[in-house]
């Protein structure tokens, strides 16, 4: 099973590289990783397994972080209208994306990143994407959201991308004025 000891950190240079595409059909190397991945995350909610195994709570983890430079990320989590996500994703690409933005009044946390990084993180409100599943099927996935922004989060894992590039130096805690506020 993943545990923390398999989490890179940042400061290790897999997570500024750009992952490769997993080539497809995925083998069945992959899909074991990418399902490790997923129940990674489930474990990470369940209160007896995290604290049993020191496990610190996640909705999505990115191959990199794992130390595997490759186009795979798994969430698991239910969003603000009660609609439950729970995918392991191959070669995740966003096709369209809306203009207006959004953001987590909260500030964003990562599994990669043993601090609290305070600031607002921009984001696509809505976003069209395309990818694989773990079960093998193209999918095409309309978020909004909170999904949106856990997806974006991963997806930026794959380009080697830390939530805290995309907040305002100047002013951490400024709200670009097309973004509103997911809950
Ligand atoms: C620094 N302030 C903050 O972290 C922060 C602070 C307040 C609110 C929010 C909303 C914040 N932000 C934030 N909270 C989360 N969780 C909330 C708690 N939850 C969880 C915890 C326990 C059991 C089950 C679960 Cl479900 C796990 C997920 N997750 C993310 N991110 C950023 S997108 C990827 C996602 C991720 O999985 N990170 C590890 N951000
Ligand atoms: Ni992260």
């Given at each position: 099973m993943i545990?923390?000891?398999?989490?890179?950190?940042?400061?290790?240079p897999v997570l500024r590289e750009n992952a490769e595409e997993v080539s497809l059909p995925p083998t069945d190397e992959d899909k074991h990783i990418?399902?490790?991945?997923?129940?990674?995350?489930?474990?990470?909610?369940?209160?007896?397994?995290?604290e049993e195994y020191n496990?610190?709570?996640?909705?999505?983890i990115?191959?990199?972080?794992?130390?595997?430079?490759?186009?795979?990320?798994?969430?698991?989590?239910t969003d603000?209208?009660?609609?439950?996500?729970?995918?392991?994703l191959f070669n995740p690409k966003i096709i369209s994306h809306s203009v207006e933005k959004t953001y987590l009044p909260g500030g964003e946390g990562c599994l990669s990143v043993d601090r609290e990084?305070?600031?607002?993180?921009?984001?696509?409100?809505?976003?069209?994407?395309?990818?694989?599943?773990?079960e093998g099927d193209e999918v095409k996935l309309r978020l909004k959201g909170y999904a949106a922004i856990v997806?974006?989060?991963?997806?930026?894992?794959?380009?080697?991308?830390?939530?805290?590039?995309?907040?305002?130096s100047e002013n951490p805690q400024e709200i670009?004025?097309?973004?509103?506020s997911a809950d």
């Open positions: 545990t923390m000891d398999d989490i890179v950190r940042e400061g290790d990418l399902g490790e991945m997923l129940q990674f995350i489930k474990n990470s909610q369940d209160e007896e397994i995290a496990l610190r709570a996640g909705v999505g990115a191959a990199p972080q794992i130390g595997i430079s490759k186009r795979m990320l798994a969430v698991h989590f603000f209208k009660d609609k439950e996500y729970s995918y392991g990084v305070p600031g607002i993180v921009p984001r696509y409100a809505r976003i069209t994407l395309r990818a694989t599943t773990l997806v974006q989060h991963e997806i930026d894992h794959l380009n080697g991308i830390m939530f805290y590039d995309h907040i305002n670009p004025d097309n973004a509103t």
